[in-house]
């Protein structure tokens, strides 16, 4: 069984600051990983993904994530934050289910930016 | 051009109504799921197919019924509608496989008033 633990609900960054959304995954084998972003009243847009290639996976509008087995961690990042990203970030992980793989979601971090 | 469309985007319904939630896909994708987003964000799968084939039914109640007439429409239709089923339903799309990430609809915003 996988599950996907998000460890902060809430971040608030100032506009040009870095940004920290940390997520920590549980697997008994090697997981494909995803960030998802989902701007206010919008749908689920793709950032990045993992799948066993290079650990440090480069995604739209800045962002990047690396993979790090030993703290079963894939956090994600941003150097500099921009009014934009204000939105809410899902860390997701593919889930063998009993007859197919599915995608479960973490609880979700929101991002405020500040002007 | 979009990915994957749903229809309506907004539905405002009385307890008891049965309503309909279409989605479509034009990416050749194979799987198509559903999955409802709760008042607190919390996303959840219900339902996946395969080429129109159920694989996923994630002990959602049976008045939930998933149609797909072939592999680019996955429909939603639910009876008896209670507050509870207040919430943001997603389709989405992907090739069948772990790596592959979903292609998401813009949502439903579901009230039962």
């Known amino acids: 069984a996988q599950s996907v633990t998000q460890l902060d609900s809430h971040v608030s960054v100032s506009e040009g600051t870095p940004v920290l959304l940390r997520c920590n995954y549980s697997s008994s084998y090697s997981p494909s990983l995803f960030w998802y972003v989902q701007h206010p009243n919008k749908g689920l847009q793709l950032l990045l993904k993992?799948?066993?290639?290079?650990?440090l996976v480069k995604g739209i509008n800045g962002f990047e994530a690396e993979f790090k087995k030993s703290e079963t961690s894939f956090h994600l990042t941003k150097p500099s934050a921009h009014m934009s990203d204000a939105a809410e970030y899902f860390c997701v992980v593919s889930e063998l289910g009993s007859n197919d793989y599915k995608l479960s979601f973490g609880a979700g971090t929101t991002v405020t930016v500040r002007a | 051009d979009t990915a994957v469309s749903q229809t309506p985007k907004y539905l405002v319904t009385q307890m008891g109504n049965d309503k309909s939630i279409k989605c479509e896909q034009n990416?050749?994708?194979?799987?198509m799921y559903w999955y409802k987003q709760d008042s607190k964000k919390f996303l959840k799968i219900m339902f996946s197919y395969n080429n129109k084939e159920l694989i996923i039914n994630e002990t959602v109640p049976n008045r939930f019924s998933p149609k797909s007439p072939d592999k680019a429409h996955l429909n939603l239709h639910i009876n008896s509608l209670e507050l509870g089923d207040s919430a943001v339903y997603f389709c989405a799309s992907s090739p069948r496989g772990a790596n592959y990430g979903y292609t998401f609809g813009s949502g439903t915003r579901l009230t039962v008033v």
């Open positions: 990416l050749g994708h194979d799987t």
């Open positions: 993992y799948t066993s290639a290079a650990t």
